[in-house]
């Protein structure tokens, strides 16, 4: 199989990568020149220098290839509006263009559950489960992200080039800290959460999440697809840090979350970005994402369960 990749020397990118290499796929990576670049090379995938701006680069990377799988993103760091809608959502068109003008069979794109706002109702977020009313409120990344897969979706429906968006929940894996919350912070050995027990989290494990990109591969059908890719679509606050607290002997203090709702509410924090009284509603809702879509599609279904993907996490990022 020939593959394409963008964003290889992220973290979902090089685990999607060794992943490939091992099936023994041909893989492109097109990346920016980096020590990331020159290990994902020696592991044996062919890097081609360059990003999306050159558009003969992006034909080396993507001609005729089977799959693009689409990872590339910027997800935090310094920048404005400007630069976020440059990568996320310019560089998303220029993609499916590149893979729409190489003759590719199938783009993956890596979106995220970012893109619903606020519940109006108590039922699971789904697929058809618009995007959030409101993004001008949200961070930037958000924005980014809303407008790239109401870009993807267009194109694919205008173009028959087949797409399919993945949103997966917050990811977490060896090679990065386990999550805390949506609201809280790591003191030491100590976690401060601001929310309940009984609050959801929607987490996925970076090999199942890899799983997840490969059966979506796989499909034949050539309409735009989504799906939602959470772990366990149930996984409450609580529950999550009692395994995490006995894998990493840490502590968890939950801070009930009222005064800090009634704080942004009443503008007494930041009213953009992470502090944004849309963000910190949206935070504290105990929403759930039903992922029964891939199950019932695809027979994705995650294979680490959450003990065991917490002790990796933890042993392989010591």
């Not at 394409?4 to 990576?29: D, E, H, P, Y």
């Not at 590339?72 to 993609?95: H, I, M, Q, S």
């Not at 979106?111 to 009313?133: K, M, W």
């Not at 407008?147 to 990065?176: N, S």
Request: glycine share 10%; aromatic share 6%; proline share 5%.
């Amino acid at each position: 199989m020939n593959v394409g990749v963008t964003g290889g020397t992220g973290f979902a990118g090089q685990a999607l990568v060794g992943r490939l290499l091992s099936r023994g796929a041909s893989v492109r990576v097109l990346a920016r020149p980096s020590h990331r670049a020159d290990a994902l090379e020696t592991q044996g995938a062919r890097v081609v220098r360059g990003d999306l701006v050159d558009a003969e680069a992006a034909a080396r990377a993507f001609a005729g290839a089977d799959v693009v799988y689409h990872l590339a993103a910027k997800v935090e760091g310094a920048g404005g509006r400007k630069e976020y809608f440059a990568a996320n959502v310019t560089g998303t068109e220029r993609l499916l263009q590149a893979c729409l003008a190489n003759a590719v069979k199938r783009v993956v794109y890596a979106s995220s559950v970012a893109v619903y706002g606020p519940l109006r109702a108590t039922e699971p977020i789904d697929e058809d489960t618009p995007f959030d009313s409101a993004p001008e409120e949200r961070d930037i990344y958000a924005q980014s992200k809303i407008a790239a897969d109401r870009l993807a979706l267009d194109f694919g429906r205008k173009t028959g080039l087949a797409i399919t968006i993945l949103r997966p929940g917050i990811i977490f894996g060896p090679g990065r800290p386990l999550p805390i919350g949506l609201l809280g912070a790591r003191f030491g050995k100590s976690g401060i959460v601001v929310g309940t027990r009984n609050q959801r989290i929607p987490l996925v494990y970076i090999e199942n999440l890899v799983d997840a990109m490969e059966a979506v591969a796989a499909e034949s059908d050539v309409a735009p697809q989504q799906y939602i890719v959470v772990d366990d679509e149930n996984l409450t606050l609580g529950e999550y840090h009692a395994a995490r607290n006995a894998v990493e002997n840490t502590h968890t203090l939950f801070v009930p979350p009222r005064p800090f709702a009634l704080a942004a509410d009443c503008g007494l924090l930041p009213r953009a970005g992470t502090f944004s009284r849309r963000h910190v509603r949206r935070a504290l809702e105990n929403r759930k994402y039903d992922t029964s879509r891939i199950r019932l599609q695809t027979g994705w279904a995650p294979k680490i369960d959450l003990r065991e993907a917490i002790r990796r996490t933890v042993a392989r990022s010591a």
